[in-house]
């Protein structure tokens, strides 16, 4: 009770209690109070509660060292967090997946990122699934959920610019292959209960159909739009734009028959509804693979040099339920995806979830890949004035490797998008286009 309830002290009080009455304490006396510790970050406590199941002749098990763990991540101590998951194979512990995911996180925090990224490599070898969001984290309706976002302005610019990136890389006449690592449906109805509920929509797709009503725009946005509208007028007589196409059945209709396009959906219902909606690209573009699997565990364990031999892009879209733990998990595989195919373009979309720390997030995010030292990278970024408290505010692009054409393509693009997304309303909207350098060694 203590332990849920997050009354450390009361906690420590009682075993304290049994100590004086001679009541035997155990491993499951220890580890709660140790755990009671641990969620509230009492870290010193933690571990001082370890050195008495020591001296008491209890033994360390599994949870007592995950649950100590968690408190050095929690107090912010990577070092120490470190320490006892190194301890743990000599104590005859297992290290399971709170006890990595929170040495992971401690190191996060303390921006120790670089060793972040190693200890993921580390549970891979282990066998152990990197968590891809908080356990203990608030459901926000602000955050990329497909259902809830589809058609919105962050989503139009996401798929503006892939479709820009489609282009670019058909200039080139020899097949490539196309990779969605987190493809989700395929296909969003605009008119179901999750679409409508905040109707993100209104703001996105189906102000753009209404502001390029007979105007000439750029060719990545008129692509993207005829793409829609067509994909409407087969599915429904009137042609309204009820039906969203997200980013693997679009590409689909971009992709040239010598192309190749693996999807990738972890979730067997989504995965067999992304199969059905993939099955019938209106008659373009090749047909798809559909992988029901964790696509960066396969990339970064499973996947031999062949899987993307010549020509390539992979487009990285994953959900994004914790941006902190998501932003070291998308370079870790980004690192891995450069390094093993290194003639790859890797786009990788990332969404500003907070806004008031927008600048730091950006920042910190860019500073870290100067530092992975994968080159020149071009970034391409949006920020909105946002209507609603429910939208995301801006979004952006990392390029790794982009196409030839690519940069002066969304340089037109964007800032025509960013206008007709707000109606030309100056100061609503803001877009960027730029290289982002590698750091001198």
């Known amino acids: 009770a203590c332990e849920k309830g997050g009354q450390w002290a009361l906690a420590l009080e009682l075993l304290g209690r049994m100590a004086v009455q001679r009541v035997a304490r155990n491993a499951v006396t220890f580890n709660a109070a140790i755990s009671a510790c641990g969620g509230v970050g009492r870290w010193e406590e933690a571990l001082g509660l ?24 929690k107090g912010q101590q990577w070092s120490k967090a470190l320490a006892l998951l190194a301890e ?4 005859a512990a297992q290290r399971d997946e709170v006890a990595w995911n929170s040495a992971v996180r401690a190191c996060e925090v303390c921006g120790r990122w670089s060793l972040a990224l190693e200890l993921l490599g580390a549970m891979l070898e282990d066998r152990i699934a990197a968590a891809s969001f908080s356990p203990d984290s608030e459901p926000c309706f602000r955050q990329y959920v497909h259902r809830f976002q589809a058609g919105s302005p962050v989503d139009v610019f996401k798929h503006v610019v892939l479709v820009a990136l489609l282009q670019a890389m058909a200039e080139d006449p020899s097949p490539f292959t196309y990779v969605d690592t987190h493809a989700a449906a395929g296909v969003y109805d605009l008119a179901s209960a999750e679409a409508l509920r905040f109707r993100n929509f209104d703001d996105g797709i189906l102000r753009l ?79 798809a693979e559909v992988r029901e699997e964790d696509s ?38 980004l690192r891995h995806v450069r390094r093993t195919w290194p003639g790859s373009c890797i786009a990788l979309w990332y969404p500003v979830l907070d806004a008031e720390a927008a600048a730091l997030q950006t920042a910190r995010r860019h500073h870290r890949l100067r530092e992975m030292q994968l080159g020149d ?21 990392l390029l790794v490797n982009p196409p030839r054409g690519l940069e002066s393509a ?12 707000t109606g030309g309303q100056e100061g609503d909207a803001s877009t960027s286009v730029f290289w982002l350098s590698a750091a001198k060694k």
């Open 50 to 73: 370890l050195g008495e199941m020591a001296e008491a002749s209890v033994a360390e098990d599994t949870v007592s060292f995950s649950a100590a763990i968690t408190a050095c991540e």
């Open 88 to 91: 743990m194979p000599t104590a």
């Open 209 to 287: 159909d209404r502001s390029c009503q007979g105007a000439p725009t750029p060719a990545p946005i008129a692509e993207y739009l005829d793409t829609q509208r067509r994909h409407n007028e087969d599915s429904r007589p009137d042609g309204g734009l009820r039906y969203y196409l997200g980013s693997p059945v679009l590409a689909q209709q971009f992709l040239r028959p010598q192309d190749v396009c693996v999807f990738f959906e972890a979730s067997a219902p989504v995965a067999a509804e992304l199969r059905r909606c993939s099955a019938r690209p209106g008659g373009r573009g090749p047909p």
């Open 296 to 333: 960066y565990r396969f990339l970064t364990q499973r996947a031999d040099e062949s899987f993307l031999e010549g020509r390539s892009l992979v487009f990285m879209d994953p959900p994004y339920d914790s941006i902190t733990s998501y932003d070291t998990w998308n370079l870790f595989a």
């Open 377 to 397: 990278v071009l970034v391409a970024e949006m920020s909105l004035k946002r209507a609603s408290d429910v939208q995301l505010a801006a979004s952006g692009f």
């Open 410 to 421: 969304l340089q037109e693009a964007l800032p025509a998008l960013a206008s007709l997304l």
